[in-house]
């Protein structure tokens, strides 16, 4: 084979070059013939080439237009060329007619939208689209469908560029998707029934039901029956082979010689008799007293002649008068008319049926009293019903105006009532909407929503002062929340409008909200509380001169120093909150102006010499006791300060420099311990020349002290009080005051009525000391303590009339003890205020309503069952016992309707209102003459206590039974029964969970205007909770709660927690700027102080330290800190010339940083608040001048470089001599200069805007309008903040706004509205009923206000009730009187059951008197059915089962998600055979399907079992754990059987789950050479082979301890653990190999030791070297192990 392999590999080589070479010749001949073709068609292609057609022009609208389109003649290339190219025959037509449309053409034509046709898979319309193999949630498909445009008059189609023209054309096509097929899903088999036969061969069943019918092409259902034979054993005598059977009744016919009587009478003239009658009923009402009275005078009279005649021929004057009596006795039986009863009779078939199921002759079923053939029937009729009456009128009988309408209603009445199984009637009434017509209608009462006023703007308490115990409420302001009430009136008449609005408001009287429409206007809104602002005062000023009080009269002689401060910005409510402003100190000698010393000139020397002694002449100004400036005339009487002695140093002189500044005085007045200090001093610039010039001072004389501040400590001032109520001035006359003043938030106008007059008390106080004398202080700074005010004008309370009272519902329930009440209520709409009349204290009324009359309704009232009427003598002659009138019958009765009063109405009253009719015929008995005739049991007499005694009922004879002696058998006839009194026992128990905590009514505060805020209302505290108490009797049933003295609830006291709200510190204080110079940023904080629990207010946002920042821009004035330099030390000479003094010297002095203030620096502070770069040097090195040296002032600061900064700009600085030189010496420059460079000696200047700060509230305004603010800030050209004179001197341009307003959201907390009533009992009776009352959310919360609570509704139980129903008991087995298969009844009973109402309880039958009060019911059906027809399978006959009950509604969905093909339920028939020789004479099985709501998904898969040998159960499961038949997809079906190859045919083997056969436990595999298992067998020791080994190639997979025992079977849960060295490809594993190599080491390692410990051990050698023991040290590195 391989050589013919490679031979035709190379055959096939030399093929494929052949291929190749001829392709390419005919390549070659392919190009050759493009090429001759492109010669011989030489001449080019031109085609034409049409545009789109162009809009439809015409003058009219309609067909008539046309339109065009561009043609042109093309090349093949595509290029465009001349006409005459083309063929002029082809041309296409560049014009055409069209439909030229309007607007008005919209009314006419539109799309017409066909159905979407069948889904159509996408596979089959695409060929290249693969389709699924296993479908998981469909197939994806198209639906086309058609789209014309037509006439919508007569549906013509139409060009679709007319719809075009106003609406695009819908779509055509639209996915879809087609589901994957369902296959029918049947329930497991039911267990095998009994053998049809109770001897020879018979058949047993087993059948089961579908759940799920097949869907979307899924297979179909399997057969829901399975046969199977039985033979229970022979037969001792031979099988009966026929059967009686019984037919169905046929239909109920009247008898032949009524029939006969009916048919002469004409169709006509029965209707006409109808009619008749029916007029002879109207007339029968008028005749019928007269009547009675003629009935009772002839009464005796005709009585005689009925003894008469009796036995005789009646004559014709009695028969007429015996037909008129029963004429009208027909006629006064109410309803009779209704109804044409007729009693006929109905008959049936018996046949002889052979269990082959052929009929046989009747002879050969030997029975020996036949079933009755006839019975009686009422004749169906049908329902006939009038003609509809006229349309009545509009229940509406005015004009709304917001398009409500009415309804108005037509009725036909019933004729004839349906009988017998006919027809039934109709609806009677029906109705539809309407609208009152007609002129004049007036309009319908309007109702609109009205609102009280705003409340007063509420502002919740602030976080931080949540803690009662820290602040209190008061006082907050910004942002809060009003609230109204509102309600609805009826809107005021035309009639009214000329009335006040204060009238209105009077008769706005409330009524039900349900008749207002549209949304009702807010309950809430949000205000602002205007802030209080605080009285802001500057610093006081310097202390002024001491002056006259009053300038203009100086007698006195008294006089006052005063320093002063002003208010910095308006307070609220005026000036008069301020602090005071003026203090006054009093002094003597008082001037009104004084001189002011500017500034002393400079030193001249005395007689115009060079230096030496001299004077400094004054420079003044006069001055007020306010240092403003005034006329020099003024301080003629004051001392002019006199010229001051100095002295120019000589040339040999001391130096000394300028007496420095007078220091701060040391205190702010003198008394007796204290007294007013000011220092200055000066230094030596420049010691004298030896004996020559003048000395220097001593130290002593290089300082001076002075007093000031010398007068007294004892300071005044003018104290006001706050200013007292508006009184009214009864001297000014009352008007009405056109001014107003906005109201707290509420943003109304508040008028002023009258002027009145406010006063404050005025006090003189001594600072620290107290209340003085008035005269104490200046009487001219003496406050004002009367000013006028205007007064508010009164605000009287404002409520609306009462409502009317709620409506009284009516009770019609006997018995019920429970009285109803009715309420009205009024609402506030406007407060009282400023005096006004206050509003009432009751605001809401109730009362119990009235008795009501007898409730109006309507019952059946049934009379008198008419005689039993048998089937006609005819058909029951033949039957035997005819000869006696007896037997069972039909009789019927009349019904008619009256109202509860017993007054009559028409029948459709009660069959509207009253239930079902009652029953019309019913069966009877005629007794013949040897049947026994009984009355009815009588009711158990009552026992006198529980377990005491007896209870008995009775029954009687009746007619000419109580003569028969069979009659008298009481075993047969018993006419008594005794039972013992029941003896009850009772126990109560409680039931279900504790209800909510439940707060106990009119605990909670209600707001003045019914608003409801949470927070206001108590919603926490002890309540109380209830578990409801049920009662049982000794038989478990549920009884009457009060049967075991219970009210029915227990009742426990619980605890609400209150809700704490998140609590905040207080603000901290602003930490100081970040910056000393120019723009920084300043913080405050708050933490958290407790967190919120129970519902209470969140806390703001926190940082990760439960910490809230506030954080504003600040800007630090550059001067606050300064660097202050004391006066340099002496000179300390390092190059002394002791005869000169003078030389190379240092200097020190004291540099300190300090708080510069208005009055100078005050306090030192630390250094690093001033500017490092501007610090002065503490040291310096000079040189002392010598004697007639040049002695120089200190420098003078450095000018300024001009800008624009210029490097060929120069600055400068000076010094003037003090000292002139002598001779021979000069004074060195005065004047040095040095280039300005830029950021070091020059700079530039601008401003810098910081960012805006947060929103700026008042300290206690929690939201609402606040402020923002930003600052300037002058920074250098180097980057450097300096002060902002830099900036101001420059002129700089300010563009920026520095304020702005600011709005902080407003938390608003949660309001709720008030907890309704209590609903009715959630269940009419059992254990799980539940009384609710709710709540809803009127307002949410917003921001950081107090959430909603989650408790929105709450509930108790109710009192346990027993749920007492009439329930069906089964069906008895079907039963065919007198014949053993066939038609035949079963019959059920309705009983009383009671229950829990759990659904859980199967109840227990009761006393039929528990549901006396009930209506005869079950499951809501109202037509009770006590019998009913059914078949009994004749022997060996094959039939259908009943239905099965409804199958669980499904839905068709995939892993839950509901693909919306709608939900299924089904229910089915199976077949059920008797004989095995009728099997194919079976019926088929039925199944039916319908579509159902509220369906579930259930989900389908395979379940497997254990594997036992080589197979183990596989079925599939629903997901709710029924096992079901189909459901599960055929593909992933797990594998039952597992099967080896070659079969596992061994003793002791099977087949392992890897598909090769292994041996039982206890037994190990002898494998074959191939892999194959060739035997098992037991080993009892573990033997590995060898490679030496010459044994037979045996391989083992598997060894086990020979210890253990071997009866383990595969699959057990002990199973023994065992080595595999070999895998199953006979091949030894790795582990063995480690396991030897493991061996070796370990045997390597065994001679090692073993040689070390028997080898001879070396002499040990000593060492010269101390060797000691080292200590040893042990380091602990945090293991735990050490």
Known sequence: MGLASKAAGRGGNSAGALASLFRVILLSFGLWDVQTQTVANNKPTYIWQTGPWGRCMGSECGPGGSQSRAVWCAHSEGWTTLHTNCLQSEQPSNQQSCFRVCDWHKELYDWQLGAWNQCVPVSMRNVGVPKAVVCTRGEEGIQTREVGCVHKSDGVPAEDAICE???????????????????????????????????????????????????????????????????????????????????????????????????????????????????????????????????????????????????????????????????????????????????????????????????????????????????????????????????????????????????????????????????????????????????????????????????????????????????????????????????????????????????????????????????????????????????????????????????????????????????????????????????????????????????????????????????????????????????????????????????????????????????????????????????????????????????????????????????????????????????????????????????????????????????????CVRVNVGQVPPKKCPESLRPETVRPCLLPCKRDCIVTPYSDWSPCLSSCQTGGAIKKKQYRKRIIIQLPANGGQDCPEVLSQEKECDSSSVCPGYRWKTHKWRRCQLVPWNVRQDSPGAQETCGPGLQARAVSCKKLDGGPTDVSSCLKFAGPMPQLTQSCQLPCQDDCQLTNWSKFSSCTADCVGVRTRKRMLVGKSKKSEQCKNTQMYPLSETQYCPCNKYNALPVGNWSDCILPEGGRLEGLLGMKVQGDIKECGQGYRYQAMVCYDQDNRLVETSRCNSHGYIEEACIIPCPSDCKLSEWSNWSRCSKSCGSGVKVRSKWLREKPYNGGRPCPKLDHVNQVYEVVPCLSDCSQYVWVAESWSVWKVSNVDLKENCGEGVQTRKVRCMQNTVDGPSDPVEDYLCDPEEMPLGARESKLPCPEDCVLTEWGPWSRCPLPCNANSTRQRSASPIRLPGEGKQCPPTTVKEPCTINTNCFHYSYNITDWSTCQLSERAVCGVGFKTRMLDCVRSDGKSVDLKFCEELGLEKKWQMNASCVVECPINCQLSDWSSWSECSQTCGLAGKLWRRRTVIQASQGDGRPCSSHLEQWKPCPVKPCYSWRYSAWSPCKSEGAQCGEGLRFRNVSCFVTDGSGKDQGSMVDEELCGDLEQTVDGDKQIILQESCTVPCPGECYLTDWTAWSPCQLSCISGDDLGFGSVQVRSRAVVAQEPENLLQCPEQEWEARPCTEGQCYEYKWMTGAWKGSSRQVWCQRSDGLNVTGGCPLTSEPVADRSCDPACDKPRSYCTEAGICGCEEGYTEIMTSDGVLDQCTVIPVLEIPTVGDSKTDVKTIRALSPTLPTANLPGRSGRTWFLQPFGPDGKLKTWVYGVAAGAFVLLVFIVSMTYLACKKPKKPQRRQMNNRLKPLTLAYDGDADM
């Not at 602030?462 to 609805?488: A, F, I, M, P």
């Not at 602002?533 to 008294?558: H, I, L, R, Y």
């Not at 204290?674 to 300082?703: F, H, M, V, W």
């Open 165 to 763: 023209y106003f609406e695009p054309k819908p779509r055509l096509e639209q996915a879809c998707l087609i589901p994957c097929p369902r296959d029918c899903v049947v329930s497991k088999f039911s267990p095998w029934t009994s053998c049809s036969k109770s001897c020879g061969m018979g058949l047993q069943n087993r059948i089961r039901s579908v759940l799920a019918p097949p869907l979307f092409g899924g297979s179909t259902c399997p057969n829901l029956t399975e046969f199977h034979t039985c033979q229970p054993g022979p037969c001792e005598r031979q099988e009966s082979l026929y059967s009686l059977r019984v037919g169905p009744w046929g239909p109920c016919t009247i008898s032949p010689v009524r029939q006969a009587r009916e048919a002469r009478e004409p169709k006509a003239e029965r209707k006409a008799k109808r009619e008749r009658q029916a007029r002879q009923d109207r007339q029968g009402k008028r005749r019928k007293n007269k009547e009675k009275k003629e009935l009772k005078e002839n009464k005796g009279e005709r009585v005689r002649e009925r003894v008469k005649v009796k036995g005789k021929l009646r004559d014709p004057e009695t028969r007429e008068l015996i037909k008129k009596k029963r004429t009208r006795n027909r006629q006064n039986r109410q309803g009779l008319k209704f109804w044409d009863l007729q009693v006929g009779y109905q008959t049936r078939e018996v046949t002889c049926v052979h269990r082959s199921g052929s009929p046989a002759a009747l002879s050969l079923c030997n029975q020996q009293i036949l079933p009755v053939t006839y019975q009686a029937c009422v004749i169906p009729k049908d329902c006939e019903l009038s003609e509809w009456s006229d349309w009545s009128t509009c229940s509406k009988e005015c004009y709304d105006l917001n398009g409500r309408k009415g309804q108005r209603t037509r009725t036909r009445q019933v004729q004839l009532f349906p009988v017998g199984g006919g027809v039934e009637c109709p609806e009677l009434e029906e109705s539809e909407p309407c609208s009152p017509q007609g002129e004049g209608i007036p309009p319908c009462v309007v109702y609109n929503w009205r609102t009280t006023e705003w409340s007063d703007c509420r502002v919740d308490v602030l976080l931080s002062q949540q803690d009662r115990r820290r602040s209190n409420q008061t006082g907050l302001c910004g942002g809060g929340v009003q609230t109204r009430e509102v309600y609805c009136v009826q809107a005021p008449t035309e009639t009214s409008s000329n009335l006040s609005s204060l009238k209105n408001k009077d008769a706005s009287r409330p009524v039900n909200s349900d008749l207002c429409l549209g949304v009702p206007p807010n309950t809430t809104q949000l205000c602002h509380i205007p802030c209080p602002m605080e009285c802001e005062v500057s610093s006081w000023s310097a202390w002024g001169p001491c002056t006259f009080e009053n300038c203009e009269d100086q007698s006195t002689k008294k006089g006052f120093k005063l320093r002063k401060r002003k208010i910095m910005n308006e307070p609220t409510g005026g000036t008069g909150n301020c602090p005071h402003l003026t203090e006054a100190i009093p002094c003597e000698e008082p001037s009104c102006y004084e001189w002011l010393l500017l500034k002393l000139e400079e030193c001249v020397p005395d007689n115009d010499k060079v230096c030496g002694p001299g004077t400094q002449n004054p420079q003044v100004q006069c001055v007020n006791s306010d240092g403003e400036y005034v006329d020099r005339q003024l301080c003629r009487d004051a001392i002019l300060p006199m010229p001051v002695l100095c002295e120019v140093p000589c040339p040999k002189d001391c130096v000394l420099s300028p007496w420095t500044s007078w220091s701060l005085c040391s205190n702010t007045c003198s008394g007796k311990n204290t007294e007013g200090k000011q220092t200055r001093a000066r230094s030596i610039l420049a010691y004298n020349a030896g004996e020559g010039g003048d000395q220097c001072p001593n130290n002593s004389a290089l300082q001076e002290v002075r007093n000031c501040n010398d007068h007294p400590c004892t300071v005044y001032h003018w104290q006001t009080g706050p200013w007292g109520q508006c009184i009214e001035d009864t001297s000014v006359p009352s008007a009405n005051s056109s001014l107003s003043r906005s109201g707290a938030g509420v943003g109304t106008n508040e008028a002023f009525c009258s002027v009145g007059m406010q006063t404050r008390k005025v006090i």
